[in-house]
């Protein structure tokens, strides 16, 4: 197994509960990977051993060529962690957050200067620089978050929800800056709850689901291989299940979803819809034919429930 990040069998255990149950995936240089899973599924776990801020059960994993059991302190400092807690400094300037973590790598003062330069250049708040954090919007926060991880010129960048709470303009900006770092080589460790993120800026992904891997591949590969192009969603009036059921029976090759008690889903028709469409429509259910996404094979793979 090749790749800048390797894992095989990785195991997390905590006193009565295993969160991370010997997962087998690796993240080649200068991608960008996504881990996607809802809460509990073992994500925050995961991101935990590769950033050696907590042990590996057992397993392997490596980071750049390393043992995280036995090159924690290297790896470290390889790394860029943008954490979804916002962890900024109140009490100092937009450059003085970065110049006072440059310190914490031992970065020259005028290497930490010309960096932090850039990086705010970069995620355009170089007019910024002496205001207060406290006066920078949630936007311009999560910048500022990205930008502090550069100051150590890593080699990974590791994005834990870097979008969480932003508005859809201050996340759009957040990934066009995202992939000028991709262009530049940067490789990203990336998990998100946002499926459109994960769609605009994965290379490949893993779906996991109570501390396994479910499915691997690109977003186009996961919709067609648990989807199909095209999803059909039937939401139901009164007593339309037992009609719509029905009708979906006697058609081949469909793949149902029917969970929710007004909505049914219909999968992977490798037919034309036509047919199925008019047969439908003699008892007029809603019906709306749409494009499948990864939401799609999110839900489909880990369900539609809450999970804690």
Same mark, same amino acid.
């Given at each position: 197994?090749?790749?800048?990040?390797?894992?095989?069998?990785?195991?997390?255990?905590?006193?009565?509960?295993?969160?991370?149950?010997?997962?087998?995936?690796?993240?080649?240089?200068?991608?960008?990977?996504?881990?996607?899973?809802?809460?509990?599924?073992?994500?925050?776990?995961?991101? =935990?051993?590769?950033?050696?801020?907590?042990?590996?059960?057992?397993?392997?994993?490596?980071?750049?060529?390393?043992?995280?059991?036995?090159?924690?302190?290297?790896?470290?400092?390889?790394?860029?962690?943008?954490?979804? +807690?916002?962890? @900024?400094?109140?009490?100092?300037?937009?450059?003085?957050?970065?110049?006072?973590?440059?310190?914490?790598?031992?970065?020259?003062?005028?290497?930490?200067?010309? =960096?932090?330069?850039?990086?705010?250049?970069?995620?355009?708040?170089?007019?910024?620089? =002496? +205001?207060?954090?406290?006066?920078?919007?949630?936007?311009?926060?999560?910048?500022?978050?990205?930008?502090?991880?550069?100051?150590?010129?890593?080699?990974?960048?590791?994005?834990? !929800?870097?979008?969480?709470?932003?508005?859809?303009?201050?996340?759009?900006?957040?990934? $066009?800056?995202?992939?000028?770092?991709?262009?530049?080589?940067?490789?990203?460790?990336?998990?998100?709850?946002?499926? +459109?993120?994960?769609?605009?800026?994965?290379?490949?992904?893993?779906?996991?689901?109570?501390?396994?891997?479910?499915?691997?591949?690109?977003?186009?590969? @996961?919709?067609?291989?648990?989807?199909?192009?095209?999803?059909?969603?039937?939401?139901?009036?009164?007593?339309?299940?037992?009609?719509?059921? $029905?009708?979906?029976?006697?058609?081949?090759? @469909? +793949?149902? !979803?029917?969970?929710? !008690?007004?909505?049914?889903?219909?999968?992977?028709?490798?037919?034309?819809?036509?047919?199925?469409?008019?047969?439908?429509?003699?008892?007029?259910?809603?019906?709306?034919?749409?494009?499948?996404?990864?939401?799609?094979?999110?839900?489909?793979?880990?369900?539609?429930?809450?999970?804690?």
């Amino acid at each position: 197994m090749s790749g800048i990040i390797r894992a095989r069998g990785l195991t997390k255990q905590f006193p009565g509960l295993e969160a991370v149950k010997g997962i087998d995936f690796s993240v080649e240089e200068g991608e960008c990977f996504g881990l996607l899973g809802p809460n509990g599924a073992g994500k925050t776990s995961t991101i =935990r051993m590769i950033t050696c801020v907590s042990p590996v059960t057992a397993g392997e994993l490596f980071v750049d060529g390393m043992d995280v059991r036995t090159h924690g302190r290297e790896i470290k400092a390889r790394l860029g962690v943008v954490s979804q +807690e916002e962890n @900024l400094d109140p009490d100092l300037s937009v450059r003085q957050n970065l110049l006072v973590y440059a310190r914490y790598f031992d970065i020259p003062n005028d290497t930490a200067r010309k =960096r932090a330069d850039e990086a705010l250049e970069l995620f355009q708040l170089d007019d910024r620089g =002496r +205001e207060i954090v406290d006066n920078l919007s949630g936007g311009m926060k999560r910048r500022l978050i990205i930008a502090r991880a550069l100051m150590s010129d890593p080699k990974i960048l590791v994005l834990d !929800e870097p979008t969480t709470g932003l508005d859809p303009q201050a996340r759009h900006v957040v990934w $066009r800056k995202l992939r000028v770092l991709l262009s530049q080589g940067i490789t990203m460790l990336l998990t998100t709850h946002y499926m +459109e993120e994960a769609a605009a800026l994965c290379h490949r992904l893993v779906v996991m689901h109570l501390g396994k891997i479910m499915a691997e591949g690109t977003p186009a590969d @996961l919709i067609e291989r648990h989807v199909g192009p095209q999803v059909l969603e039937l939401h139901l009036r009164d007593n339309g299940r037992a009609e719509a059921m $029905r009708v979906l029976d006697a058609h081949d090759g @469909l +793949e149902i !979803e029917d969970e929710l !008690e007004d909505v049914i889903y219909v999968f992977k028709q490798r037919q034309p819809w036509e047919p199925l469409l008019h047969d439908l429509s003699a008892f007029e259910p809603h019906m709306e034919l749409r494009k499948a996404t990864l939401e799609d094979v999110f839900l489909r793979l880990t369900g539609r429930g809450l999970f804690d």
